[in-house]
């Protein structure tokens, strides 16, 4: 095994310690490095050589669940419905508001680093279909700005989801709901062209 594929190997068996881990807890923030280093069989520095740090760690073990849920057949149907962009970006908000809702215990450990940290030149899949939303009617700087505001209110949201349903009685748990959240969401940035 050549040196990338070692690392490769390192990366994977840390994604999957992780995912074991935090499947476990009922508190995920409490997994720590040592814990996910044991579980995968190597010294905890290589959690920081691999991913910069365990939050980041945290962050791509969701992203590979995520991507898979991604790659779904009914994902890929709303991509080639040809709806207008801003329905397809009702329905794509919903499938993701979804995956953070029934993956609660991941969404409450990467909301700070989605929110403080993650790295901005990630290219949001909200983007594109914003721009073809307002085609041409806004900048790209304000296109970037909604799509941003789209995701990163919605994470906030589904991590406040207890609050909001004790609080103010909606409860993001229900499909009903949660769809009508994410099309007033959507409707009130796209709304204004």
Same mark, same amino acid.
């Given at each position: 095994?050549? @040196?990338?594929?070692?690392?490769?190997?390192?990366?994977?068996?840390?994604?999957?310690?992780?995912?074991?881990?935090?499947?476990?807890?009922?508190?995920?923030?409490?997994?720590?490095?040592?814990? /996910?280093?044991?579980?995968?069989?190597?010294?905890?520095?290589?959690?920081? !050589?691999?991913? $910069?740090?365990?939050?980041?760690? /945290?962050?791509?073990?969701?992203?590979?669940?995520?991507?898979?849920?991604?790659?779904?057949?009914?994902?890929?149907?709303?991509?080639?419905?040809?709806?207008?962009?801003?329905?397809?970006? @009702?329905?794509?908000?919903?499938?993701?508001?979804?995956?953070?809702?029934?993956? !609660?215990?991941?969404? #409450?450990? /990467?909301?700070?680093?989605?929110?403080?940290?993650?790295?901005?030149?990630?290219?949001?899949?909200?983007?594109?279909?914003?721009? #073809?939303?307002?085609? $041409? @009617?806004?900048?790209?700087?304000?296109?970037?700005?909604?799509?941003?505001?789209?995701?990163?209110?919605?994470?906030?949201?589904?991590?406040?989801?207890?609050?909001?349903?004790?609080?103010? $009685?909606?409860?993001?748990?229900?499909?009903?709901?949660?769809?009508?959240?994410?099309?007033?969401?959507?409707?009130?940035?796209?709304? $204004?062209?």
């Amino acid at each position: 095994m050549n @040196k990338d594929e070692k690392l490769q190997n390192t990366k994977d068996k840390l994604i999957d310690a992780t995912m074991y881990l935090m499947e476990e807890m009922d508190e995920p923030l409490l997994v720590t490095s040592r814990q /996910i280093a044991a579980k995968a069989d190597v010294k905890p520095a290589m959690i920081n !050589y691999c991913f $910069g740090s365990r939050e980041n760690l /945290i962050y791509q073990t969701f992203q590979k669940q995520y991507l898979s849920f991604l790659k779904a057949e009914e994902v890929q149907k709303i991509i080639g419905s040809g709806m207008a962009p801003a329905d397809i970006l @009702k329905e794509l908000h919903y499938q993701v508001a979804r995956c953070l809702v029934e993956n !609660y215990k991941f969404t #409450k450990a /990467i909301t700070g680093f989605i929110l403080f940290k993650r790295n901005l030149g990630q290219e949001s899949f909200s983007f594109g279909y914003v721009m #073809k939303h307002f085609a $041409g @009617k806004r900048s790209e700087e304000e296109c970037r700005i909604i799509a941003y505001e789209l995701s990163t209110m919605m994470q906030l949201i589904i991590f406040r989801k207890e609050d909001i349903k004790r609080d103010w $009685g909606i409860d993001l748990d229900d499909a009903g709901q949660l769809r009508r959240m994410i099309d007033m969401r959507v409707d009130m940035l796209l709304g $204004g062209e």
